[in-house]
């Protein structure tokens, strides 16, 4: 018979994400609304390391919904991919008696809660929080809608300039390995051209539809680059190169990553954090709290560790469709 979850775990890891906040606050309340003991674990694996951890209440995760960042704040935790360093991280888990865990972000989050599962035989849950999107098993992750509406806002002011002074500019968005972000942006701002590492893109091509929309009257272009696209800068000097026009550029950077969450993120983050908790208790022992064609599911955690999301290419098409 499964043991009955008395006691549960929650930490934040990776890069932050706007809504980890409203995450965090979900689950604690969850639990608690299920007179469950919470306990938060700081700076993500390595506070499980570390054995840095403190009990939470309700009042412990007040007025935190609209907040931006994560107040267990985070880490990269490299330390974690070392054995000895877990078999550590291990024996503290079973000190406080924690019956399960529930890990907040991304991908590498997602791939460090596996491996506990799978060696500590600990139940966890994964709430997907990543302004990447990148997590598979989940249509969206929360945060992305957040760094998506502050990419656009950024850029709508950058077309403001661009227009005045009829000029090209590069805007560089967050993805080190993905387009998710430069894909969603570059449609929703109707750039000229949007570049993702997924697909290997044609200079020349670019500028001669650069050129092409010169002559049907465009006053302004603006390509929208995942930073993991190649080097923003020296794009915009080959463009020059080519077009022998001045190219701006304006890398967005980690604005994107901060910032009150939008209503979209709270909801996910909501919804997602519930389930997180709800799915644990039902007995479930690895799984992925996930949106799937709008309706909210637990997926199995193998899945979202093993396979890899793919961006929409119909919508990365459409932004050089619609940018005639
Ligand atoms: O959170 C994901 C991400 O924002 C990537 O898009 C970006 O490349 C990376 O994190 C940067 O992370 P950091 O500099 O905090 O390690």
């Known amino acids: 018979m499964k043991k009955a979850i008395k006691h549960i775990g929650v930490l934040t890891s990776g890069g932050d994400a706007p809504g980890m906040n409203a995450a965090i606050r979900a689950v604690v309340r969850s639990a608690l609304d299920r007179k ?3 306990t938060g674990i700081e700076r993500g694996y390595w506070g499980l390391l570390t054995g840095d951890f403190h009990d939470m209440d309700s009042r ?16 990269r935790c490299p330390e974690f991919r070392e054995r000895k360093n877990r078999d550590q991280a291990y024996r503290n888990i079973l000190d406080k008696g924690l019956d399960a865990l529930v890990a907040i972000g991304g991908n590498g989050t997602s791939a460090a809660a596996y491996t506990i599962h799978r ?17 598979y098993g ?3 992750t929360v945060g992305f809608d957040t760094a998506v509406n502050t990419a656009v806002s950024a850029i709508d002011k950058i077309r403001d300039t661009a227009s005045s002074h009829e000029r090209i500019f590069v805007a560089e968005v967050m993805g080190r390995e993905n387009g998710f972000i430069a894909q969603e942006v570059g449609l929703c701002c ?14 020349k091509q670019i500028c001669r539809s650069l050129v092409l929309g010169h002559k049907r009257g465009k006053v302004s272009s603006i390509i929208v680059m995942a930073e993991g696209a190649g080097d923003s800068r020296k794009l915009a000097a080959q463009i020059t190169k080519e077009m022998g026009l001045e190219v701006r550029v304006s890398v ?6 901060g910032g009150s969450p939008t ?5 996910l983050a909501a919804r997602l954090g519930n389930l997180a908790v709800r799915a644990l208790c039902e007995g479930h022992i690895a799984i992925l709290a996930a949106i799937q064609k709008g309706g909210f599911v637990h997926a199995p955690l193998s899945l979202a560790v093993n396979k890899t999301k793919h961006i929409d290419y119909q919508a990365y098409k459409l932004t050089y469709q619609l940018a005639l």
């Open 36 to 38: 469950l003991k919470v």
């Open 60 to 75: 412990s995760v007040g007025n935190i919904i609209s907040r931006g960042g994560t107040i267990l704040r985070t880490v």
């Open 119 to 135: 060696e500590l035989k600990l139940p966890v849950a994964v709430v997907p929080a990543s302004i990447d999107n990148d997590v």
């Open 138 to 140: 989940t249509d969206e």
């Open 190 to 203: 109707g750039a000229e051209a949007v570049l993702v590492p997924e697909v290997k893109f044609d200079l």
């Open 252 to 257: 967005l950077g980690y604005i994107q990553r």
């Open 263 to 267: 209503a979209r993120s709270r909801f």
